[in-house]
């Protein structure tokens, strides 16, 4: 079964400081990976996708993430950290499960930024 | 109106009543979503539909009834709640339901069941 496992349910940094935010998967077949950021009230907003078309994905408002393979990883980055960046952060894997696809997410990962 | 809109943004219930949860994409996909996101469990796929079939019904309570009359609307038809089904039920759309597919959401209703 495919499966993704986020570290840490919640992390605080500083403003300005870099965010990393991890994302471990299981996968038996190349897996479809996301990031998903949802703001207080809201639903959830795609951040970026892996496709296998590059290891290196870059996403929305500064956001990139790395696949990587040899550690079935799939963290987050953003060089320096905004305010407005607080937000629950989702890993999730797309699974084909009998006649559908679904995304599996991770719990989730809370992100506060301070001054 | 674009994306993903979900009707109403907010409901209380009581656990005799009959609701109706109402989600709209205006993107021209084929395939819809319904998710439950509880406080401290990660988010679970309910029911999902392709071309106004559906195709997963991922063990849900009888309580909680789907309907998708065309492909641009989706209902959740809800009677004899509990109070452990109070959640922001999430609506989401893609293009197929076939993996790599992105999905996206709407703003989500939440939903308090007294």
């Known amino acids: 079964a495919q499966s993704v496992t986020q570290l840490g349910s919640h992390v605080s940094v500083s403003e300005g400081a870099l965010v990393l935010l991890r994302c471990n998967y299981s996968s038996s077949v190349p897996p479809y990976l996301f990031w998903y950021v949802q703001y207080p009230n809201q639903g959830l907003q795609l951040l970026l996708k892996y496709t296998s078309a590059a290891t290196l994905v870059k996403g929305i408002n500064g956001f990139e993430a790395e696949f990587k393979k040899s550690e079935t990883s799939f963290h987050l980055t953003k060089p320096s950290a905004h305010m407005s960046d607080a937000a629950e952060y989702f890993c999730a894997v797309s699974v084909f499960h009998g006649t559908a696809s679904k995304l599996t997410f991770g719990t989730g990962t809370r992100l506060q930024v301070t001054l | 109106e674009t994306g993903v809109t979900q009707t109403p943004r907010h409901l209380v219930m009581g656990m005799t009543n009959k609701k109706s949860l109402k989600c709209e994409q205006h993107l021209g996909h084929n395939a819809m979503y319904w998710y439950k996101q509880s406080a401290k469990k990660p988010l679970e796929l309910m029911f999902v539909?392709?071309?106004?079939?559906?195709?997963e019904n991922n063990s849900v309570p009888s309580r909680f009834s789907p309907e998708c009359p065309n492909s641009s609307h989706l209902f959740l038809h809800l009677h004899t709640l509990q109070p452990e089904d109070s959640a922001l039920y999430l609506c989401?759309?893609?293009?197929?339901?076939?993996?790599?597919?992105?999905?996206?959401f709407g703003p989500g209703t939440r939903l308090t069941v007294l």
């Open positions: 989401a759309s893609s293009q197929e339901s076939v993996r790599g597919d992105t999905q996206y």
């Open positions: 539909y392709s071309l106004e079939e559906r195709v």
